[in-house]
């Protein structure tokens, strides 16, 4: 499976649909994939979330009418796949910094969308990222169910700011020294993990520890249970994450024999488009050592992944 092609033949339909009311459930029905784990590539691949990516080429398209031609806005709007022109006008000036009226009247110049090298895929991976994926270096271990204790933050990968609550969740767990004063821990490490990530580009996050009970879990912390999976073990350098996961989805998941719990769904399965599930309930874990060094800039910041899956049938 070519993940990278599906995703950009998934991208031309929003182009070629963008003045439809399409859903996501209708944009990976083109890739094969189910809505949840369509989402999470597209961002992973592209930066954008499905719908950042479908309104950011509606805009596009608008501008190029409003500079191009004398229809009137509204028939631009609706044209452009808005369904009203207020909402038009909203999402137009947030994304061009003047309304479409004042846009016309300047016709100022404007970046294409998609960018030129969005789909020029970097298909060389430095040697430290692939080096994780050999075979001998992939683990595979049955975690049961277990509970988590810590911090939890609200996550959106649809605004600039959206993953910022991750850092100050950070900040607070090493300024109150959290891994120590919470009771019934299991292990000496942290985890940083990302969970009910929803089609819509939000998620939840959690800078959490391994307890065995959350009876006596402290005021004003989360406590979580999270069912028990398979999962595939790698390990990678802090500041490269972006890039590991980026190999994971195109290279390693889809010649692995694996798939993660809801990927292997395909369209054809729920012709009804609404039975999809909403978001993979299962959790991607980064472990941190007791002793490991938070720096990203370091080359010594190695920390374990743990990505659900299961096998293929």
Not at 87 to 104: E, L, M
Not at 135 to 162: C, Q
Request: glycine share 4%; aromatic share 14%.
């Amino acid at each position: 499976m070519d993940i990278k092609r599906l995703v950009h033949e998934a991208a031309l339909y929003m182009h070629d649909n963008y003045s439809e009311q399409i859903s996501v459930a209708d944009i990976s029905a083109e890739a094969y994939l189910s809505p949840s784990y369509f989402a999470t590539v597209f961002r992973v691949l592209t930066g954008f979330t499905v719908g950042n990516y479908l309104n950011r080429y509606r805009l596009h398209c608008a501008a190029t009418e409003l500079a191009a031609s004398d229809k009137r806005i509204i028939e631009i709007a609706f044209e452009s796949g808005f369904l009203t022109q207020q909402s038009f006008t909203k999402s137009f000036t947030k994304a061009y910094g003047i309304a479409p009226a004042k846009f016309r009247l300047l016709k100022p110049s404007f970046k294409p969308f998609p960018p030129n090298n969005l789909w020029k895929w970097k298909e060389k991976q430095s040697m430290e990222i692939m080096e994780c994926f050999k075979k001998e270096n992939v683990e595979f271990i049955r975690k049961d169910a277990f509970f988590v204790a810590g911090l939890e933050v609200d996550i959106n990968y649809n605004e600039k700011s959206g993953t910022n609550p991750i850092g100050g969740a950070w900040e607070l767990w090493e300024k109150e020294n959290l891994s120590e004063i919470i009771p019934d821990r299991i292990g000496d490490c942290t985890y940083g993990m990302t969970h009910s990530e929803t089609i819509d580009g939000t998620a939840k996050y959690m800078v959490c520890v391994e307890v065995s009970t959350l009876d006596n879990l402290p005021v004003g912390l989360i406590g979580r249970r999270f069912a028990a999976s398979d999962y595939a073990v790698f390990k990678t350098i802090m500041n490269k994450l972006g890039a590991f996961w980026r190999a994971f989805h195109t290279k390693w998941l889809p010649e692995s024999g694996y798939a993660l719990h809801e990927a292997q769904l395909r369209a054809e399965d729920y012709p009804a488009k609404k039975n999809w599930p909403s978001f993979n309930k299962y959790p991607d874990i980064e472990v941190y050592d007791k002793n490991i060094d938070y720096s990203w800039e370091s080359e010594e910041s190695v920390l374990r992944i743990y990505a659900p899956v299961i096998k293929k049938a």
